[in-house]
């Protein structure tokens, strides 16, 4: 839908001339604008982001990024809270994220560390933090509960400790090679791993045994996530493809072909969808049908390789990062219902400006006129 932005527009600018027929192209452009994904923030950091997420409310975004840069943003006034001063300032932070109260924030990095924030305040807990490592911590996850954190950790070792316990974490080797990703299920019963040696591992979290066969790809498998209610697995991977399993059996379900490395893949708040950022030339994040393995939306362009993708608590957003540096928080997806017009017309007035970002064409403004009532029907 979104590729007939260009030639819709060109017709209006042709065509502006003739009332008649420029009234017609408004109406193609704005049923169109309608439904396409509207970006409503952009932020710019300096170097590469490597990871954002939504707060449990939807209103703040934490990012990790190079240089010890670690920062929470607040969505709504696009303002700065605070940063988060304490890894080192020459090594990258890896992962961030809050936990599911928010009342916590878990950063992890290259200084083979991980931190642990007050997510009010930005003030590190230093009864409990820093939980070292001996090597880069590429990931660190709260559990549903908040009372457990799991890290991934280049050794190819897994750990999990019990906040604010002073024994040691519970330990074990997860893979034969670096663990990119560890997180909770949903339900705080099991732990998903994802490693360069091409598998994702589900383990019990009370007795970190195996459980169940590897998943296993033909590259790196950079990251692996439940779904919202435990039953399938989706894992993100550079041979090409993004995979979904059954969690219980590791029998593979549905596979996503964006022919192009994949960074990341998540589920979306009710299972239903899968957005994925993918390191193709066109720098795209996509979001999949979960079930189907069908794409549901055309894919969303950057001006550098995305580096994650999710989706905000209420599904209706999506946070991406970029090596470039930016963080954009997009509109719209297809967890919202599609909107067509019915009985009235939409009309994209004259002053309307169409803004062009990365090859797509987006309005800066869009509403029908004021004479004329919004009468939508949901697909």
Known sequence: MEGALPSFAQALRLEQSDAERAK???VHLGV???QCPKLIRVWFQDGRINTAGFS???????IAGING???VWDVDSNLQVFRLTGHNPEKGVESACFSRDGRFLLTAGEDWTVRVWNAENGQEIS??????HPDTVYCASFSPLGDRIVTACEDGKVRVWTMGAPEPPREFVAHSEAVRHASFSPDGRWIVTASVDGTAKIWRADTCVQAGV???HQNWVFQACFSPDNASVVTASYDKTARVWDAATGKLITT?????QVHSAQFSPDGRYIVTTCWDYDFTTRVWEASTGKEAVPPLKHTSYPTSASFSPAGNRILTTATCGTLRV???SPLQPRFFIASTEMLLQPSTAISCECGTLRPTHLSPPASVPDTRFTM
Request: aromatic share 0%; net charge positive.
């Open 24 to 26: 017609r192209h408004r």
């Open 32 to 34: 169109v604008l309608r």
């Open 56 to 62: 449990p409310n939807g209103r703040r975004v934490v």
């Open 69 to 71: 840069n670690a920062a």
């Open 127 to 132: 009864a409990i933090s820093p939980l070292l």
């Open 214 to 216: 590897p998943m296993r």
């Open 256 to 260: 996503l072909h964006p022919d192009a």
């Open 330 to 332: 997009i509109n719209g």
